[in-house]
């Protein structure tokens, strides 16, 4: 049985969509979770906004998010709360670190590389939320998931293949249809089930879905293996090929670890 997106989610959800709600109003009903209020701050105060000075105030807090990055922002912690949060094992962690990497970098390959500021919040919010198909798997077979992640690097081979063998179906398949039955937005939908095959997705998310597949690809990279990126995709969003990728990848990564290393300590 699927599990339930969490009611308290789908309230907030419900008066953010309300035109007459008010900015107090969604900062009151918000406050009343602490780990959603502390999500906000935390990503707030993170680097991708880049704030002259720390905010702790949930109004203003909402204001700079914004009532369609707060609506997308729910979505990624509804689904942490039901799929939990990289606490119950170390593939879990794992995974959820991987999905805030490959948010990063997309994020920062949408602003400063694609030069796209309208897509900023639908990039960030796919990309933590595009491996969700291997989250359910790894609550339900932790030890065949590592196994298969292990064999995987060791041989060069994509783990979607042993995947597709194994289950039947592959992640990004089960993902996107536990996304269609929480009635995730069709953008959500198409990140989670295109994210390795970014052409075949439909054509008004094509632009993200190119976004969030270079910066999963990158976040998966342990070596010098640009080539294996397919270049039809990189062209669409500007990159020439390795040699600018042999650039952008090292400063993102860079970024990466300094902010992921502020955060760690401020918790």
Known sequence: MLPQFPESILQL???LEDPDAEMNEIARVLGQDPSLTADLLRTVNSARYMLSRRMDNVVEAVKVVGLRGLRQMLFSYGTQ???GDGSENDVSRGLWEHSQRTAFYAYGIARNVYKRKDILDD???GAILHDMG????SKLHPDVVDHVQKYSRAKGIPSTVFEEVSAGIDHAEVGARLAERWNFPGILVATIRYHHTPL?????YRDVLAVIYVANELANMDN????QIDGRVLRMIG?????????IHPRLATQYDRE???LERER
């Not at 010098?224 to 080539?227: G, I, P, S, V």
């Open 260 to 262: 992921f290393a502020r």
């Open 200 to 204: 075949k997705s439909p054509n008004q």
């Open 13 to 15: 959800q419900k008066l």
């Open 134 to 137: 291997k989250i359910i798997f």
């Open 224 to 227: 010098d293996q640009y080539d």
């Open 239 to 247: 990159i020439s090929g390795r040699e600018q990728l042999q650039q």
């Open 123 to 125: 990039v960030y919010v």
């Open 81 to 83: 709360r039901v799929l």
